[in-house]
């Protein structure tokens, strides 16, 4: 009688077969294919973007802040006696800015004022000799000897009025020693002091015009076509997150043309160009500023990044022009309308 072994092995019992967790080639072909794609999607669409902001859209960074300025000349010479200001001092329109010693000037009006009452004394003389012979019968005086009376009365007149004249001036120069301020505005690069010598017609000091800052804006000849004065214009100063408001004033219609001078012979002279690369030339755009911080101390010749708004009149400024096109982009490859994205970008401003 055969028994059998309990410790006699048994048939192993067969093992689930478990799924491979490793992609198979042909997804990962397709994966590799997606992403290659997504990746060249997103460059070219980034490169049209960045086409249209830089190449085509109406901004620059090359903007600058300007300002009249007034350089202030005394009307009459002489030493400065008294300075009223100080360098970058605010001054408003009529401000005393500096003393002329007047001593001159009162002597000359004092001698003025002698003469104007000696020659009116002299007129009233001559007027009433004139009228007593006028009075006088043809047989007292002749018509010739009226006409000379008449004559050194109207000689007298003359005088007078002359005389009233000259004082005039003396009075005027006499306050013209008290120069005061043209335009309200800032003192700027003070170097007048006390005991200066100020000329006549010579500037002394300069004064930046508070009210007249603008930005020049210098576009390339390539944007001009999408400018237009009276367009909406987004103001970035280098120094201030804070943007400023303006508005398109004008275009400037000519620039300094290096081959426009003559030559010896009087032919034109023609510069040269050794280059490959056609540069665009850059045109001033003047942009009056609408709106700015209070806070903010606008100074001439300051940096500034400007941007229009497009012709069709939309301001999306430099950040929404971006957001615009990105999304103008995006929804045309996707079929969509790109007036959504154009709103929102605008909305989030």
Do not use: C
Request: cysteine-free; aromatic content about 4%; overall charge neutral.
């Amino acid at each position: 009688m055969t028994h059998d072994d309990p410790l006699a092995a048994k048939p192993a019992a067969a093992k689930p077969a478990s799924a491979d967790p490793r992609p198979t080639p042909r997804l990962g072909r397709a994966l590799r294919l997606a992403a290659s794609a997504a990746i060249l999607a997103v460059s070219v669409l980034a490169g049209a973007v960045v086409w249209q902001f830089y190449v085509l859209s109406p901004w620059t960074r090359d903007g600058q802040v300007r300002a009249q300025v007034a350089n202030v000349a005394p009307q009459v010479s002489g030493p400065i006696t008294a300075l009223a200001v100080t360098d970058n001092q605010v001054v408003r329109r009529g401000d005393l800015l500096f003393s002329i010693d007047p001593f001159d000037y009162r002597t000359a009006l004092a001698a003025a004022a002698a003469e104007v009452a000696s020659r009116a004394a002299d007129l009233k003389i001559r007027s009433e000799e004139a009228a007593s012979r006028e009075a006088l019968g043809p047989d007292a005086i002749s018509e010739e000897e009226k006409q000379r009376y008449v004559a050194a009365a109207r000689m007298a007149q003359a005088a007078h009025a002359a005389a009233q004249a000259r004082e005039a001036q003396a009075r005027i120069d006499l306050e013209r020693t008290e120069v005061r301020s043209p335009v309200n505005g800032y003192v700027t690069n003070l170097l007048l002091s006390v005991g200066t010598y100020a000329e006549t017609g010579r500037p002394a000091l300069s004064l930046v015009n508070a009210d007249t800052f603008w930005v020049d804006g210098y576009f390339e000849e390539t944007k001009l076509a999408r400018i237009r004065p009276g367009a909406a214009a987004e103001i970035r100063l280098m120094g201030s997150p804070i943007p400023l408001r303006g508005r398109v004033e004008s275009i400037t219609r000519g620039i300094a043309a290096p081959n426009a001078a003559a030559g010896p012979q009087g032919l034109p002279s023609v510069a040269p160009v050794y280059t490959w690369v056609r540069l665009a030339q850059r045109v001033p755009v003047r942009i009056r500023i609408d709106e700015a911080p209070r806070d903010l101390p606008l100074v001439a010749g300051l940096t500034a990044t400007v941007a229009l708004a497009d012709p069709d009149g939309r301001d999306r400024g430099i950040a929404a022009t971006v957001l615009a096109n990105l999304g103008g982009a995006v929804d045309a490859l996707m079929g969509r309308e790109p007036a959504a994205v154009v709103a929102r970008a605008e909305g989030g401003r």
